[in-house]
Structures are given as C-alpha cells and as structure tokens.
C-alpha cells in the first residue's frame, strides 16, 4: 500500500509548511549532486555551464518558481518544463538517475512526509517529461488548458494531472 500524498488545509501549502528557504537549500543541494553524477553531469554542464556560476542561478530560480508553483505557493513561474526536456538526448535511465538523486536530496533536507510527497510528484511529472524526452519533440495534441488545479500555472498542472492518469 502507498502512503497518501501529504493533505494541507486551506492556505496551509505545502510551500509554506517546507519555506522558501529550505526549498532552495533542496534545489542547490540536488543540482550540486547533478552535476557531480557520471550520467546526468554533462548533459547539464554542456546545457547550463559550469556550476554554480554560468546558468545556474537563473536555472535554479526557474525550478524554485516551477516548485512554489506545484506546492501551492505564490509563482511568477510561466515555463515550459515539457519542450526544455525535449532535445536533451535524455533516455529514461536519465530520468531513473534524477529521481534517485531526487529522492537522496529529498530525504536530506526535509521532513519524510514532505519528502515522500515531493517524489511521488516528480514520479508522476516523469511520465509527461519523458514522453518530451523521448520524442524530440513537443507532444502534439496533449491538452494545454484546462487540466491545471486553481493555483497552479497549466504547465505544472498540466503535469501533475498527467501523471495522475497512469
Ligand atoms: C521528473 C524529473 C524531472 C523534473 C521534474 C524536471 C523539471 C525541470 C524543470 C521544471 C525545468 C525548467 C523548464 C523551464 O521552464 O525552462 C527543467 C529544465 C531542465 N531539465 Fe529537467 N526535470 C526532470 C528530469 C530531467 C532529466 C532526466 C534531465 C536530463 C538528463 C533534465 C535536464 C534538464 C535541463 C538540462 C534543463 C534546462 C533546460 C534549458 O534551460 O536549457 N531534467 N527541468
């Protein structure tokens, strides 16, 4: 049996049960291990420089508002998580590698609750990823309104819907 997902209360998120600070501290501590990975390592040196400098900041100030945005917290974020992933020469052995990456940094920097949660998020955003991934392409025809919890940008939503179908 699965454990549930981790319920919040209205206006209790989960962004502001785990805080801006240590959901950095979770972004910062994953990537710093992404980029030392045998497998994952150069397809993020070559696509976002040398870390920390280079495209990092920026890089990581995406997938904080992407994550703000997923947890329920205020976001600015308006990417397309689908299309970047599309033409990284990612395999699902890349995608089996970042989630077990996911799930070390996960485990380091929050609670077991929280953390379970945010893996069973990333598991389920994989299914929509990968298929990016292994296309090469933008998926056509996959819904792009409509599917996105209220508080949610349609891409992160989009995702979490997506996964929730298989
Ligand atoms: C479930 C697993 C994953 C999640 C949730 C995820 C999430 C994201 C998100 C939200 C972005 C920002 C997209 C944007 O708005 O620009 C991103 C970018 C990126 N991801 Fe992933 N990702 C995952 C797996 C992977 C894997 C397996 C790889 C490579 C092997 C990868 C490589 C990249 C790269 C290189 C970028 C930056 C693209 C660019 O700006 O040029 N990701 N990812």
Redesign the pocket.
């Known amino acids: 049996m699965t454990a549930p997902l981790l319920l919040t209360a209205e206006g209790d998120t989960l962004f502001s049960r785990i805080g801006e600070d240590r959901l950095r501290a979770l972004l910062w501590g994953f990537y710093a291990q992404v980029v030392r990975d045998e497998l ?1 390592g150069p ?2 040196r070559q ?2 420089g040398p870390f920390p400098g280079a495209g990092w900041p920026v ?1 990581i100030a ?2 904080e508002g ?1 994550w703000r945005a997923v947890l329920g917290g205020p976001s600015a974020y308006r ?3 689908g299309p ?2 599309s033409n ?1 020469g ?1 395999q699902a052995v ?2 089996d590698r ?2 077990a990456l996911w799930q070390v940094a996960l485990d380091e920097h929050l609670d077991p609750a929280e953390a379970h949660t945010m893996l069973v998020m ?1 598991s389920r ?2 299914v929509s ?1 990968q298929r990016f991934a292994l296309a090469g392409l933008p998926t056509a025809g996959l819904p792009k309104a409509g599917l996105a919890p209220a508080g949610l940008s349609t891409e992160a939503g989009l995702f979490i819907e997506e996964g929730e179908k298989s």
Do not use: D, K, S, T
Request: proline share 4%.
């Open positions: 994952l397809i993020f696509r976002v890089h995406r997938l992407f990417g397309q998580p970047a992933h990284l990612a890349h995608f970042w989630l990333a955003m994989r990823l």
